[in-house]
C-alpha cells in the first residue's frame, strides 16, 4: 500500500471529541450505523442532520467517535428495542397540567411503565389498530403528550439524588402517546388504565439523538413543545417540572434496579387534549410533532391500521 493511501485510511479513522449527539442510523449503503450527528448550520435539530461521524463499540459501554463521516439515509430510534430494558415513566410532574386535568399535585413521583413495543422512531407512523378507533358510541380520544426522555448508561440501586447525573447517558424527546377512552373512560378515576391507554405498539417515538450531558449539562433549563398539524399546542420549560431529573432517576431505583438503556420518559407539561374544554382528539392523517431545546424532534403521522 502507498504512503499517501496508509495516511488516508488512518485519518479517516482517527479519533475525534467525545460525542454530543449520538444517532443510530442507515447509510447509503444500506448499513446501520451508530453515529455523532453533524448539525446542519443554525440548527439543534439532530432530526435535520444529514452526515455524522461514524461510532465505533458500544454507547452504553465504552466507544470512540471516529472522523469517518457517512451520510444519513434513514434516522432511526437511537437504540433498538431489544437493548432497551425497560419504559419507565412518570405521570403528573407539571403543576399547570396537574391543574388542567383537575387532579392533585402528588407527594411522590406517580410511575407506570410502557412495553417495548411501543418504543417507535422519530417518524414513523404512529399506528392505531381498530380497538382504538372509534366504534359506535365510543369515542376514540387519541391525544399527545411531549417529554424529556433520560436514558441510563449505568446500573443503579438505591443511590441519591447526587449520585443520578453518573448514571445518565444523556437525554432525547419523546411523544407519550396516549388514549384518554381507553385511560380513563374505560378505566376510570382515580383508577384509570394507564397500561391500555398508553402501551399500544409504537405508542412510544423518541430520538432523534441522545444528547450527552456534556452538551445539557443542565436538564431543567429547556424549552418543551407538541405541534399538531404545524399549530403549536404545548410550549412549557422543563424547569417547571415537580419532580427534577437527577430524583426521578433516584426514586426508581428505590428497590430496582435501573440497567444499562432503561429510558424514562419524566411527563408532560400542560396543553393537552385531556385539558381543552373543547378538546380536538387526534385522527389519522394528523402530524404531531414533539420538540425539545438543544435536543431535536419526532414527528410522526397518525395511521389507522
Same mark, same amino acid.
Given at each position: 500500500?502507498?504512503?499517501?493511501?496508509?495516511?488516508?485510511?488512518?485519518?479517516?479513522?482517527?479519533?475525534?471529541?467525545?460525542?454530543?449527539?449520538?444517532?443510530?442510523?442507515?447509510?447509503?449503503?444500506?448499513?446501520?450505523?451508530?453515529?455523532?450527528?453533524?448539525?446542519?448550520?443554525?440548527?439543534?435539530?439532530?432530526?435535520?442532520?444529514?452526515?455524522?461521524?461514524?461510532?465505533?463499540?458500544?454507547?452504553?459501554?465504552?466507544?470512540?467517535?471516529?472522523?469517518?463521516?457517512?451520510?444519513?439515509?434513514?434516522?432511526?430510534?437511537?437504540?433498538?428495542?431489544?437493548?432497551?430494558?425497560?419504559?419507565?415513566?412518570?405521570?403528573?410532574?407539571?403543576?399547570?397540567?396537574?391543574?388542567?386535568?383537575?387532579?392533585?399535585?402528588?407527594?411522590?413521583?406517580?410511575?407506570?411503565?410502557?412495553?417495548?413495543?411501543?418504543?417507535? /422512531?422519530?417518524?414513523? *407512523?404512529?399506528? +392505531?389498530?381498530?380497538?382504538?378507533?372509534?366504534? %359506535?358510541?365510543? &369515542?376514540? #380520544?387519541? =391525544?399527545?403528550?411531549?417529554?424529556?426522555?433520560?436514558?441510563?448508561?449505568?446500573?443503579?440501586?438505591?443511590?441519591?439524588?447526587?449520585?443520578?447525573?453518573?448514571?445518565?447517558?444523556?437525554?432525547?424527546?419523546?411523544?407519550?402517546?396516549?388514549?384518554?377512552?381507553?385511560?380513563?373512560?374505560?378505566?376510570?378515576?382515580?383508577?384509570?388504565?394507564?397500561?391500555?391507554?398508553?402501551?399500544?405498539?409504537?405508542?412510544?417515538?423518541?430520538?432523534?439523538?441522545?444528547?450527552?450531558?456534556?452538551?445539557?449539562?443542565?436538564?431543567?433549563?429547556?424549552?418543551?413543545?407538541?405541534?399538531?398539524?404545524?399549530?403549536?399546542?404545548?410550549?412549557?420549560?422543563?424547569?417547571?417540572?415537580?419532580?427534577?431529573?437527577?430524583?426521578?432517576?433516584?426514586?426508581?431505583?428505590?428497590? /430496582?434496579?435501573?440497567? *444499562?438503556?432503561? +429510558?424514562?420518559?419524566?411527563?408532560?407539561?400542560? %396543553?393537552?387534549? &385531556?385539558? #381543552?374544554? =373543547?378538546?380536538?382528539?387526534?385522527?389519522?392523517?394528523?402530524?404531531?410533532?414533539?420538540?425539545?431545546?438543544?435536543?431535536?424532534?419526532?414527528?410522526?403521522?397518525?395511521?389507522?391500521?
Amino acid at each position: 500500500m502507498r504512503v499517501s493511501n496508509i495516511l488516508t485510511f488512518l485519518t479517516s479513522f482517527a479519533l475525534v471529541a467525545n460525542a454530543d449527539r449520538l444517532v443510530r442510523f442507515i447509510s447509503t449503503d444500506n448499513r446501520e450505523y451508530y453515529g455523532d450527528a453533524i448539525l446542519p448550520r443554525n440548527s439543534t435539530d439532530s432530526a435535520h442532520s444529514t452526515h455524522a461521524n461514524v461510532i465505533r463499540g458500544d454507547i452504553l459501554g465504552d466507544y470512540t467517535v471516529t472522523s469517518q463521516i457517512k451520510e444519513i439515509k434513514t434516522l432511526l430510534a437511537p437504540l433498538p428495542a431489544e437493548r432497551v430494558r425497560a419504559v419507565r415513566c412518570v405521570g403528573l410532574n407539571y403543576v399547570a397540567h396537574i391543574n388542567e386535568t383537575n387532579q392533585t399535585i402528588p407527594s411522590f413521583p406517580i410511575l407506570f411503565y410502557k412495553p417495548i413495543t411501543a418504543l417507535n /422512531t422519530p417518524f414513523d *407512523p404512529i399506528p +392505531v389498530s381498530e380497538g382504538y378507533q372509534t366504534q %359506535g358510541d365510543f &369515542l376514540s #380520544k387519541m =391525544d399527545y403528550e411531549t417529554e424529556l426522555v433520560i436514558v441510563i448508561k449505568k446500573k443503579a440501586f438505591n443511590i441519591t439524588d447526587e449520585e443520578a447525573f453518573d448514571h445518565i447517558l444523556g437525554y432525547t424527546v419523546g411523544h407519550d402517546v396516549s388514549h384518554r377512552g381507553w385511560q380513563i373512560d374505560r378505566g376510570g378515576l382515580p383508577q384509570p388504565q394507564f397500561a391500555m391507554g398508553k402501551g399500544a405498539d409504537g405508542w412510544a417515538p423518541w430520538g432523534p439523538a441522545i444528547v450527552t450531558k456534556d452538551v445539557v449539562p443542565d436538564p431543567q433549563a429547556l424549552n418543551i413543545w407538541t405541534k399538531v398539524n404545524g399549530v403549536t399546542q404545548q410550549n412549557s420549560s422543563t424547569a417547571n417540572m415537580i419532580f427534577p431529573v437527577k430524583h426521578l432517576v433516584s426514586f426508581f431505583s428505590m428497590g /430496582t434496579t435501573l440497567l *444499562p438503556g432503561d +429510558v424514562i420518559f419524566t411527563g408532560t407539561p400542560n %396543553g393537552v387534549n &385531556l385539558g #381543552k374544554a =373543547d378538546p380536538d382528539w387526534l385522527v389519522e392523517g394528523d402530524v404531531v410533532e414533539v420538540g425539545l431545546e438543544n435536543v431535536g424532534t419526532c414527528t410522526n403521522e397518525i395511521k389507522y391500521v
